[in-house]
């Protein structure tokens, strides 16, 4: 990202702090988030298409962005079921999603 993308994103942390402690109005919060989320999908998009530019010359860059994107949480967090209770062994998760999910 360039120098005004990253103030922009800047300006985005200071918005929500300040949104917290009262001093910016939520709309005005919504407003720069937006206009943020919009800078940093126009630098994804162009990071993106300077790596497919460039797979030919420059593939280990290549690849390792997409082997970062490939990547999957393989561990589920602790679960509580119905009555409370921790479940941590990986078939009693499993019954816990399954039973939420029925």
Known sequence: MNKE??????????????????GVTWEEDRDIVQACRDEVRKAKAHVELNLS????????????????KRKTRENVSPLLNEMGYLMTQDMEKAEVLNAFSA
Do not use: M, N, P, T
């Open 5 to 22: 993308s990253l103030a922009k994103l800047k300006h985005k942390k200071e918005a929500y702090r300040g949104w917290k402690q009262g």
């Open 53 to 68: 530019r460039d797979v030919k010359d420059k593939k280990k860059g290549f690849h390792k962005y997409i082997e970062d």
